[in-house]
């Protein structure tokens, strides 16, 4: 068996050479290496260096137990990873990016006043440097989407549209411009740019919504048909709308002006309210007209008689 042999033991670190089991092993500060290349511990946060550039250090380490890659803290560096000639996956010092042109993902900080405070995002084609983003295109389409939370713990949804054959570029503030959806921290979405605030719905949509069917969860207003529901005479219905301008029981333009709209259920029953009213002074005139049909009738037979 040949003996652990030590190759240089000048400078502040020592190189040994271990054949043992057949297999040569080389320590780096390690001086009984187990494996082909094993470094010591002396210099864990930095053990490997594959390019140095001043105080520039690209390499691996470890740290609290967990593998370092280490580049120098600025947005022009990157850890690039290659399948043959094709970059599929980027380290940068803000994020990550996947795939590549305009497959690619990518995935990282959204921090900045630009974006409202984010945290991190997840781009589709889209990808942030700085302030600015990249959207790269195929020849031609160069369109995007990109989802970022807030400090405040909103989720914010922005498309980016496709305007032409070359990669474009946009802001923050142009990146924020273009949310399309916010899920806010209370559970409240908004499609559109319209406002949650002060309100108890869930979901705000800016320019309507089209759809086969709307269920409406709301009372009826068969209550009008009850013996006990007060009727108010036609006159006194004539006499308020004289007086306010609009059916008695029914909000004014002014109240709905002032609510921002109006309860879709609410006033549905209200409606129907009125219907049925309206029924009431149809059957009211139609035994009305029928008593004065059977007064006349009998007025015609006494004359003939």
Known sequence: MIAQSTWSSTGSGVIYYNPIGGAEKVGINNNNPQYLLDFGTAYQSRMLSLYTSGSSFYGLGMSAGMLRFEMPSNTAHSFSFFAGSSEIFKIQSQGLRAGAGISKLGMGTAYGSGLNWGTAYIGFNATRSGTTWTFDTDGGNNGGAVIWSSVGGAIQFASIANNGNATQTKSDAEVFSSVKMVIQNDGKV??????????????????????????????????????????PTLAAVKNHIQLHGHLPGMPSQAEIDAAGGFEVGQIAVKQME????????????????????????????????
């Open 274 to 305: 009125k219907i049925e009213e309206l029924y009431l002074y149809v059957l009211q005139l139609h035994d009305r007209i029928a008593e004065l049909e059977s007064q006349l009738h009998n007025t015609s037979t006494r004359g003939h008689e």
């Open 190 to 231: 908004s499609v559109g740019n319209v406002s949650t605030a002060s309100n108890d719905y869930l979901l705000f949509v800016q320019k309507g919504i089209a759809t086969g069917r709307v269920f409406v969860n709301s009372s009826y207003a068969d209550y009008v048909f009850l013996p006990e529901y007060p009727l």
